[in-house]
């Protein structure tokens, strides 16, 4: 259940046509506008994210945990929170694509950084991220 205060962040859907009537119409769906990843180790992912390109930012809010923050599009957002105590990490469970202009150099950067690479193909690659997560890199534009 979200406070109050999470209301005054909502924005009210415009409306949109029905693709089978367009005389009637509907609210437009909800977006995505974050995706939080606990980890056990939120300075090892952060330092991976990083590696990536995206620009990681480190943030605290009040008297809560020490977290990291990046955008993924303009309007989504992937926050690295600490993984609450008694919790099970992704663990392979998680699996988030990325597109990327220069697939070569995101495979070598993040070589160097010791990170391996599986499931290698000419226009894309799978890597996980230090908790378990999944990432696929794929060639923007690629099939």
């Known amino acids: 259940m979200y406070s109050s205060a999470f209301n005054a962040f909502v924005t009210l859907p415009e409306r949109c046509v029905t693709p089978h009537d367009p005389s009637q119409t509907r609210p ?4 995505c506008s974050y995706l939080t990843l606990r ?3 939120v300075d ?3 330092n ?5 390109g995206l620009p990681v930012s480190p943030e605290r ?16 957002v992937c926050e690295l929170y600490p993984l609450r105590e008694g919790g099970v990490p992704g663990g392979g469970s998680v699996r988030i694509g990325l597109a990327v202009h220069d ?3 995101i495979r070598s950067a993040l070589a160097a950084s010791g990170f391996d690479i599986t499931h290698e193909r000419s226009t894309s690659f799978v890597v996980c991220d230090p908790a378990g997560n999944q990432v696929e890199i794929t060639l923007k534009g690629g099939q």
């Open 44 to 46: 090892a992912c952060a």
């Open 61 to 76: 809010h009040g008297d809560g945990p020490l977290h990291y923050s990046f955008p993924l599009t303009p309007s989504l």
């Open 39 to 41: 980890v056990p180790n």
């Open 103 to 105: 697939l070569g150099a």
């Open 48 to 52: 991976f994210y990083a590696v990536l």
């Open 28 to 31: 437009l769906p909800p977006t």
